[in-house]
């Protein structure tokens, strides 16, 4: 049933459409158990990403692909949040409240390990005690707390729609809250709310819309930004987020309903990501599962971006705007330059053709060909399908990718000397696949699975000449935009 | 997160909504209606310095319940918010202290720039969880005033009337965003103008705002409220 139902949305060529025979509904992000509600920010320990959920429990990875259950998180309650500060791992959560049946007295506790692995020597929960509380008849919800810390300032937020959004101050040597330090409140109608810094500004994120209805609930998450962390937050048009304001960063889309509860994945180089959870997955039961998509930031305002769709692409260079081609010889259109030249005003206008694959495909070499960057001429040779291959496994919130020249078997390969060429199709050679991550500019970064670990990526050394070599954040090379032909 | 029971049925939300009900057996613990409101004092007065209107009559809330706000689609709203199922005189002012269907209205100044119909109805220990609000001013405009909008944002849904014709409505599970829908342009005639309200919310924190945004979208300031 997986299978049909990629199939019969993609324009595959046999070869390419038998690859995916395997594979995964587009909109089921991540592998394995990925069934989780209010996940806390991703977190590194030992080896492995570690994330917790409501009631206790969470999810680990080692690749941000493949999630598992089984991580471990006593004190029960809902919605933690954890951060890594020197050698301790600071878990916030809460206890109470919540609404409804469970009214809105509640306390944001805090505990500490120096691990998330519930196998290390070191994995032991130390509680701290309460940092915020709402008494159960103010118009505040002391729940969601989410952490930043940013110039060796420790900050909490937290609340819910019912009521305001609240920041304290905690000292990051203990966890406890600063003395003196008193609630500021920075933000109403939201909740799950994220704190994020970059470039002078402070982000407030928050989860506007109604959760826990599968497929009906309207969550989705809204930013605004300071340049304080205790506000006064305001989103693109200048409307306070304590009047309701927040520009959209995420919703619903494809298969997937009731985005919220965002938390930042920096993982450098410009790729940044952004751990959430949906409230239904409509490929898995509806249910509410953990999702981790691409981060983009447009004029300082933070985005979610997308993976790469499945389709038929031209791959274009942000070095030069020169596209990724087949070596192989040019091949013109016939067509009668100098008539067209000569024609009067009154000639018939005529439709010219497309050269298309059988016109070209018996002049390309057998066997493996070099690629190379050449300005666009809608031409065959010119054309790469993109086949996600979840089944091969995937890379934080992004499957591999096969990347092969439309409608044949020749697939982009990373070359034993570390170079790139198109190779005959093979769905069992790691070599063909390809991690493919937006960056926080829109474009993609192309990594080969093959040379993932040496930090190699497809990078225009040249103006026509693509490689395999480190991958430089500060430069156009390794910048790759996918073009409808 | 908004409610952390885990099962959304209608059925499990709907006694969850029954046990909120239940807490506000306890007024006084509540913040008294003073934290929100002072009563409406006999001279005019202003909207505040982003032209918000502060001063309303207000009904106290009628029972409706609803477990979950997804219901209030736009059909909904038009049928159960409507001046036939307004309580009492729709092309009359209420008064203070006028009772209808043994409600009672109230002339109240917002403390704040928004009105806290959740808090208005919990200090007077009332439901204030399935409910429906009704929520009526009256602004005098020295001039009268081409190509203004009603500017309102609501929790949940509303609908709005300007001199007894429909300019507004709000639907869906929503909540307060100041400016959230305009009406089409407007004219604000010299003399008295009368604005009504209806706010209908299952689960949430109701609320409100409203103002005027001039040709140029900036808020109107030039007026006085008075409710008599």
């Known amino acids: 049933m997986l299978k049909h139902t990629l199939l019969a949305r ?36 030992d080896g492995r990403w570690y994330t917790f959920g409501t009631r206790g429990g969470g999810l680990s990875s080692e690749d941000g692909w493949t999630w598992e259950d089984g991580a471990v998180r006593p004190g029960g309650g809902v ?51 309460t940092v915020a509380s709402s008494d159960g008849y103010e118009n505040h919800d002391a729940i969601d707390p989410a952490f930043l810390y940013q110039d060796g300032r420790l900050w909490l937020s937290y609340g819910t729609y019912f009521g305001s959004i609240r920041i304290i101050e905690l000292d990051p040597a203990t966890g406890l809250r600063v003395a003196g330090n008193e609630p500021v409140e920075i933000a109403i109608d939201m909740e799950a709310t994220a704190l994020m810094y970059r470039d002078g ?22 930013v605004g930004r300071s340049r304080s962390p205790t506000g006064p937050y305001l989103d693109n048009m200048g409307q306070p987020l304590l009047r309701g304001g927040g520009k959209l960063v995420a919703a619903s889309h494809d298969r997937m309903i009731g985005a919220g509860h965002f938390g930042l994945i920096d993982l450098g180089d410009d790729i940044q990501k952004f751990s959430l959870h949906y409230e239904a997955d409509m490929e898995r039961s509806g249910r509410s599962v953990l999702a981790i998509e691409p981060l983009l930031w447009r004029d300082g ?5 997308e993976n790469v769709r499945p389709g038929t692409y031209q791959i274009q260079s942000q070095r030069s705007g020169n596209t990724l081609q087949l070596q192989t010889d040019f091949v013109r259109i016939p067509f009668d330059a100098r008539r067209s030249f000569m024609a009067g005003p009154d000639d018939p206008i005529v439709t010219v053709p497309a050269q298309t694959l059988p016109d070209v495909e018996a002049g390309w070499p057998d066997g493996p060909v070099r690629v190379d960057l050449s300005a666009y001429m809608v031409r065959p040779n010119q054309h790469w399908t993109i086949t996600p291959a979840p089944e091969a496994g995937g890379w934080f919130g992004a499957p591999f990718y096969r990347i092969t020249v439309e409608g044949t078997g020749r697939a982009l390969a990373a070359t034993d000397d570390r170079e790139i060429a198109a190779v005959p199709a093979d769905a069992s050679d790691d070599s063909q696949l390809w991690r493919i991550d937006q960056l926080i500019d829109g474009t993609y970064r192309i990594t080969p699975k093959r040379y993932a670990d040496e930090g190699l990526a497809m990078v225009a050394i040249g103006t026509s000449t693509p490689s395999l070599v480190p991958f430089d954040a500060g430069s156009d090379a390794g910048r790759w935009q996918f073009k409808l032909p | 997160m908004i409610t952390k029971w885990t099962a959304a049925s209608i059925v499990t939300t709907a006694l969850a909504l029954w046990a909120v009900n239940a807490d506000a ?31 309303w009559l207000l009904l106290e809330p009628i029972s409706k319940p609803n477990p979950t706000n997804t219901v209030f689609t736009r059909s909904y709203v038009r049928e159960e918010l409507t001046p036939a199922t307004y309580p009492g005189d729709f092309t009359a002012v209420p008064r203070d202290g006028q009772r209808v269907n043994g409600l009672r209205w109230h002339a109240l100044d917002s403390r704040l720039w928004d009105v806290k119909l959740f808090n208005f109805a919990q200090a007077l220990d009332k439901p204030k969880y399935g409910v429906l609000f009704w929520a009526v001013t009256v602004i005098d405009v020295p001039e009268e005033m081409d190509g203004v909008r009603l500017a309102v944002g609501s929790n949940s849904a509303s609908r709005w009337w300007f001199n007894g014709e429909e300019v507004a409505g709000l639907y869906d599970d929503r909540r307060m965003v100041m400016d959230d829908v305009l ?21 949430g924190l109701s609320d409100f705002c409203l103002r005027f945004l001039d040709a140029d979208g900036q808020p109107i300031r030039n007026l006085a409220i008075d409710i008599k």
């Not at chain 1, 060529?13 to 990925?34: E, I």
């Not at chain 1, 109604?210 to 989705?220: A, E, L, Q, R, V």
């Not at chain 2, 006999?42 to 918000?52: C, E, K, L, V």
């Not at chain 2, 089409?184 to 919310?201: F, P, S």
């Open chain 2, 183 to 203: 009406s089409d342009r407007l004219t604000l005639k010299a003399g008295r103008n009368v604005i009504r309200g209806a706010i209908i919310n299952g689960p």
């Open chain 2, 25 to 55: 057996r306890e007024p006084g613990q509540y913040p008294p209606l003073s934290d929100y409101f002072s009563a409406a004092t006999a001279a005019p007065t202003t909207p505040d310095a982003d032209g918000f209107i502060t001063r």
């Open chain 1, 79 to 129: 919605a933690p949040d954890t951060i890594k500060i020197g050698d301790r791992y600071y878990v916030s959560w809460a206890v109470g409240g919540g609404g409804m049946s469970g009214g809105h007295a509640s306390d944001v506790k805090m505990m500490w390990t120096k691990s998330l692995d519930p196998n290390s020597p070191d994995f032991a929960f130390h509680e701290i005690g």
């Open chain 1, 301 to 305: 305002w933070p985005v979610a971006g």
């Open chain 1, 10 to 45: 993609l324009p595959l060529a046999p070869v390419a459409a038998s690859l995916l025979a395997f594979a995964a509904p587009a909109s089921a992000q991540l592998a394995g158990d990925v069934f989780i509600h209010d996940p806390s920010t991703l977190t590194y320990s």
């Open chain 1, 201 to 222: 500004w402070y982000y407030l994120l928050g989860t506007h819309g109604t959760c826990c209805d599968g497929p009906n609930s309207t969550y989705n998450i809204r």
